[in-house]
Nanobody, 117 residues
Framework: QVQLVESGGGLVQPGGSLRLSCTAS????????MGWYRQVPGKQRELVAT???????TYADSVKGRFTISRDNAKNTMYLHMNGLKPEDTAVYYCNAPGVLGARFSWGQGTQVTVSS
């Protein structure tokens, strides 16, 4: 049974930083491309960053230059380092494995990020 557990969210002022963590169990983590998604109420979940099994990374334009995705395959863990946070980054953040037909696994509970003064 695959389990994805996100953590590290919180309340931060504009311009601040946070580091999110995602720990996976029930899969051979190193074999999967992984990604961070975010969702705000009333909108579709969007993919903001990916880290392939080979180590390549991609970012949505909205976070490029501010967010950095990384992974530690030995720990089955992925991270999202978020700098220069803006109010529009406020969302629930989730991790999953992007696939051709969408995310491969059931969603975890996510972690809330709120950017506000």
């Amino acid at each position: 049974q695959v389990q994805l557990v996100e953590s590290g969210g919180g309340l931060v002022q504009p311009g601040g930083s946070l580091r999110l963590s995602c720990t996976a169990s029930g899969i051979i983590f190193s074999r999967y491309n992984m990604g961070w998604y975010r969702q705000v109420p009333g909108k579709q979940r969007e993919l903001v960053a990916t880290a392939t099994s080979g180590g390549s990374t991609t970012y949505a334009d909205s976070v490029k230059g501010r967010f950095t995705i990384s992974r530690d395959n030995a720990k089955n863990t992925m991270y999202l380092h978020m700098n220069g946070l803006k109010p529009e980054d406020t969302a629930v953040y989730y991790c999953n494995a992007p696939g051709v037909l969408g995310a491969r696994f059931s969603w975890g509970q996510g972690t809330q990020v709120t950017v506000s003064s």
